[in-house]
């Protein structure tokens, strides 16, 4: 069994800085890609960033320049820095991963979502 915990979402100003992490934990062989998304009321999921294996990061336009993704594989964990926070990245943000386990197969993953809230 696979958790993807989430931490550090909550209210901030805008302009302000956030980071937020996410740890997975259970049986885990690897993890390939890393990923965090958001939705906000009445919004589609949407990713915000992606990061594989081996280093390489993908963002959503909206947050290029301001965010920052990484990871830490030691600790099965990913981050998401987010700098110059804007009222419209206020939304539930999810980390997603792609990992195998000692007894599946690459399977897919996320985890329970936590709010992030930008006032202006």
């Known amino acids: 069994q696979v958790q993807l915990v989430e931490s550090g979402g909550g209210l901030v100003q805008a302009g302000k800085s956030l980071g937020l992490s996410c740890a997975a934990s259970?049986?885990?062989?690897?993890?390939?890609?890393m990923g965090w998304y958001r939705q906000a009321p009445g919004k589609q999921r949407e990713l915000v960033a992606s990061?594989?294996?081996?280093?390489?990061?993908n963002y959503a336009d909206s947050v290029k320049g301001r965010f920052t993704i990484s990871r830490v594989d030691a600790k099965n964990t990913v981050y998401l820095q987010m700098n110059s926070l804007k009222p419209e990245d206020t939304a539930v943000y999810y980390c997603?991963?792609?990992?195998?386990?000692?007894?599946?197969?690459?399977?897919?993953?996320w985890g329970q979502g936590t709010q992030v809230t930008v006032s202006s």
């Open positions: 997603n991963a792609d990992i195998r386990t000692i007894t599946f197969p690459l399977r897919n993953y």
């Open positions: 259970g049986s885990i062989f690897s993890i390939y890609v």
């Open positions: 990061i594989t294996s081996d280093g390489n990061t």
